[in-house]
């Protein structure tokens, strides 16, 4: 049994198993939605990084461009007078550098190509750079002569890895070309001038050839780059440059940091909280397991059980039973569970006293032994049951109920019953079996005698007739007297024995053989839910034979209890009184039986004077013969209360003077 409730119980657990794939899909869930979040949150970032990095490099394109633009245009309005005069030029040409221009070198080429004035003034190899091969600016200054257009020089060398280009712009005068205005500019001063710190705090700003070369870079922080950049073609005309941008690694903020880093730490704790609660989840299940096991383990012991368990609250309904119980008293257990009493197993007539015993165990007054109780099968048939209550007391140590085992005695008493009545039948007869003996031993004992006083007499009255003489007569009447003697020895004898002789008198107390003779019909009593109340008054010392006493009270006793048969279970009493009076001991013995109708009472002390089926009417005469030899009496009388009283006078010995 208790393995299969184990299996049974196993795979209530395994069918709740999947309830763990839950927190644990969940947990899954919320990890991926969190770092999907996370990734999201930062390609925005990036995206938005890389928006504002092309925003960014177009308006740096943006501005360059309109440098070099405004720059073209000043450089084709230089008039006559700047060109004409070294020092009218170098104030021109400082002019131009003043105002961010990214100029470095203003240059006036005549309309021959020659250099007639510059600012500074070239040194070294000139235009030409340190590379000392074909002139770039030379081809620039041609392509701008003959278009009439502004045109940008390719960058070139010019000193420590700086880098220059130069832009020459066409000067017309009266519809001619009157020179050409060559502005040079140092790709590294352009840079700074026209990078603002907050794109170089951002960037790394590159201007790169075609073929990818970098002439030069700003940055205002050294720290690593991103891979991802933008270009974008920054045009002098023909010069073929690009600017390029690539941001650096703009630490995280620090909002996001935390974010992040709370949500793992979150992460961290919902995945340790799950831990936990599957150790204590499982724990748990083991110890109910385990508690399930000891239930399964008591219920079986219980129901195996021979014993009824009845549990009651305080109030006295039912809380429990058990199936013995159950069917002790043929009520299933669903009808019994909630009752208060009246309980329906209870005996209808003794309802009062069952009600009275269960409010005093209710109270904690009832008895502290086992009681017997006479219940009531649900199918009418009385059971007689042996009862202990015990107080019910819950885990914080508290009195809540009382929990009461119900064995059945019902058989056992039947059989009690059975060998008393046994016992009883037994008694009768062995008593008729001895009155017939003794009446036949004194037909036989009488016989002889009688025959002869019969003889002797029939003789003597022929004898008279025949006139025969009185002397002849007289022997046969002596012998007739001899006879008669012998009968009324004979008979002495049969009485004496009967008597048992007054040679067992002895000095006794009353009182201890009314206690003998009570305890002898203890099993009437109780059976018959009699009360008994004894009132000495006295201790009374007389002279007498205890085991003739003690079968006269004995009668009495019983004739007392089953003249109560059919009276109210609570009106049964028996009372005796003991007392003294003027040399005499008086015991009385009150019953509440049926009483003693008149035309009866005559008779009641006549042998063999019986109203019951089984009785043999020796008992009160016996009682009066025993009471008489004695030399006391025995009487009754009615009782006011319903029944009768017999008085029994005793003599008391007499105290010998001091
Ligand atoms: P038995 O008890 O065998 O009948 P007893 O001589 O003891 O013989 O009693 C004779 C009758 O006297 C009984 O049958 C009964 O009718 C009556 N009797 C005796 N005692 C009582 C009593 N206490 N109450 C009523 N009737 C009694």
Request: proline fraction near 4%; include cysteine; charged fraction near 25%.
């Amino acid at each position: 049994m208790g393995s299969t409730t184990t299996a049974l119980s196993g795979e209530r657990i395994n069918r709740w198993h999947w309830l763990w794939i839950l927190p644990r899909l969940a947990f899954i869930l919320f990890v991926g939605g969190v770092a999907l979040l996370l990734w999201m949150s930062d390609r925005a970032d990036k995206e938005e990084q890389r928006a504002t990095l092309i925003s960014d490099i177009l308006w740096l394109e943006q501005n360059l461009r309109f440098h070099l633009a405004r720059n073209e245009e000043l450089l084709g309005r230089i008039d006559v007078a700047h060109t004409s005069d070294a020092k009218a030029f170098e104030s021109y040409a400082r002019t131009m550098f003043g105002f961010e221009s990214g100029l470095r070198q203003l240059i006036w080429l005549g309309s021959d190509g020659a250099v007639r004035l510059a600012h500074p003034a070239i040194t070294n190899s000139g235009l030409a750079g340190e590379t000392g091969e074909a002139i770039p600016s030379q081809q620039s200054y041609r392509l701008a002569h003959s278009l009439g257009k502004p045109v940008y020089s390719k960058p070139y060398p010019y000193f420590m890895n700086d880098w220059q280009f130069e832009v020459h712009v066409p000067v017309s005068r009266e519809g001619r070309i009157a020179g050409v205005a060559v502005g040079v500019y140092r790709i590294r001063d352009l840079l700074g001038d026209s990078v603002p710190w907050w794109l170089a705090e951002r960037y790394r700003i590159s201007i790169i050839e075609d073929s990818g070369k970098v002439l030069v870079s700003r940055s205002k922080v050294e720290s690593t780059v991103t891979e991802e950049g933008y270009q974008v073609g920054f045009d002098p005309p023909g010069s073929g440059l690009s600017l390029h941008a690539v941001p650096y690694h703009a630490p995280r903020p620090l909002a996001s940091l935390l974010l992040s880093g709370s949500l793992v730490i979150l992460a961290m704790i919902v995945l340790w909280s799950l831990w936990i609660l599957r150790r204590h989840v499982l724990r748990r299940q083991a110890v109910e397991e385990q508690l399930r096991q000891e239930h399964a383990f008591r219920k079986a012991m219980e129901d195996s059980l021979d014993t009824g368990m009845r549990a009651r609250n305080l109030e006295g309904e039912i809380i429990y039973v058990n199936p013995a119980f159950c069917r002790m008293v043929g009520w299933p257990a669903t009808e019994l569970i909630g009752r208060r009493p009246p309980m329906p197993y209870w005996a209808d007539d003794i309802l009062d006293e069952t009600r009275a015993l269960s409010d005093s165990v209710l109270a904690g007054e009832g008895p502290e032994v086992g009681f017997e109780l006479k219940l009531k099968h649900r199918n009418g048939n009385a059971i007689d049951v042996l009862i202990h209550e015990a107080p019910l007391i819950d885990a914080r140590g508290q009195h809540f109920g009382w929990m009461g085992s119900l064995v059945d005695i019902t058989e056992r008493k039947q059989a009690d019953e059975r060998a008393r009545q046994q016992q009883d039948r037994l008694q009768s007869t062995a008593r008729l079996v001895a009155m017939g003996e003794m009446a036949s031993s004194i037909a036989h004992e009488l016989n002889q005698p009688l025959a002869a006083i019969s003889s002797y007499c029939t003789g003597a009255a022929n004898l008279l007739r025949n006139q025969t003489p009185a002397n002849e007569v007289l022997p046969a009447l002596d012998k007739a007297v001899e006879q008669a003697r012998r009968a009324g020895q004979v008979i002495r004898r049969i009485y004496s024995l009967a008597r048992h002789g007054e040679d067992r008198f002895e000095l006794l107390r009353l009182e201890e053989r009314i206690d003998d003779a009570l305890a002898l019909m203890e099993a009437d009593i109780r059976q018959n839910g009699i009360r008994v109340t004894v009132d000495l008054q006295a201790k009374v010392l007389i002279e007498g034979d205890p085991v003739l006493l003690e079968q006269a009270l004995f009668n009495l006793f019983r004739n007392a209890v089953e003249s109560m048969r059919d009276t109210g279970l609570d009106q049964r009493q028996i009372g005796i009184t003991l007392a003294c009076a003027d040399r005499y001991a008086l015991l009385t013995i009150a019953d509440r039986g049926c009483g003693i109708a008149a035309d009866v009472a005559d008779k009641l002390f006549d042998p063999l004077f019986t109203t019951k089926v089984e009785g043999m009417g020796m008992g009160l005469a016996i009682c009066r013969s025993v009471v008489e030899n004695h030399r006391g009496r025995l009487s009754f009388e009615a009782n006011p209360g319903g029944g009768t009283v017999f008085h029994i006078l005793l003599p008391l010995v007499p105290v010998a003077p001091q």
